[in-house]
């Protein structure tokens, strides 16, 4: 069964440590291809800082010509609050032949609790976790329940079963924040390095960011 996999995030802007996670996991799950989904109105913090037309640019131009990497803007074409139970749904009916994966860090699966419908996630999608050096899975609590009941070490279970399954990988840190980056640019400082080429320019040309506060 193919395997496509699912993250998600403001992308406000999208940086090297978003495109390298989605590489790893894709290489290190056997995933056919990985999908960025920027949200739409995220639930769990305040309202980008860039428009979603801007987002969805930077984006579209970071993963330009990259094997397996593409950009789905599904949740800018609905209203509401952007749940990812909701996402994962759509994307479910749009490719019902095939399993989901979604990509979190290590610190978003440990707050796994505050999201909406969290426990349906896994109904809907395996759970493919970054276990990034320095970050530690809960040791008690409902998701540290969830990750002793569900997690596999073979990724080859990925593509036997439509969900349920949590599988950890250990992915290299890299040490990027969107808002350091947005700290950087409306100080006068260079993200060179940090944000593809690509969309430094962008972010240059069209003065993102320029006056964050």
Not at 62 to 77: I, M, P, W, Y
Not at 112 to 119: A, V
Not at 178 to 207: E, W
Request: net charge neutral; charged share 20%.
């Amino acid at each position: 069964m193919k395997v496509i996999g699912i993250l998600g995030g403001t992308f406000d802007p999208v940086h090297c440590g978003h495109l390298r996670l989605a590489v790893e996991m894709r290489e290190q799950l056997g995933l056919d291809a990985v999908r960025l989904i920027p949200a739409g109105t995220p639930p769990h913090r305040a309202s980008p800082s860039a428009s979603a037309t801007a987002r969805l640019h930077m984006l579209e131009a970071a993963v330009k010509g990259t094997e397996g990497l593409c950009v789905d803007a599904r949740e800018f074409e609905r209203s509401g609050r952007s749940y990812m139970v909701d996402t994962l749904r759509s994307v479910q009916q749009s490719f019902p032949q095939h399993a989901l994966c979604l990509i979190l860090g290590m610190d978003a699966f440990c707050g796994l609790e505050s999201w909406y419908q969290w426990q349906r996630l896994l109904q809907l999608a395996h759970l493919g976790v970054a276990d990034r050096p320095g970050t530690q899975p809960p040791e008690e609590g409902q998701v540290a329940s969830l990750l002793a009941a569900a997690r596999v070490d073979d990724a080859a279970e990925l593509h036997r079963r439509k969900a349920g399954c949590v599988v950890l990988r250990n992915i290299p840190a890299m040490d990027i924040s969107a808002s350091q980056i947005r700290t950087l640019i409306a100080r006068g400082r260079s993200v060179r390095y940090l944000v593809p080429d690509s969309v430094f320019d962008i972010i240059m040309t069209d003065g993102i960011y320029a006056h964050e506060q």
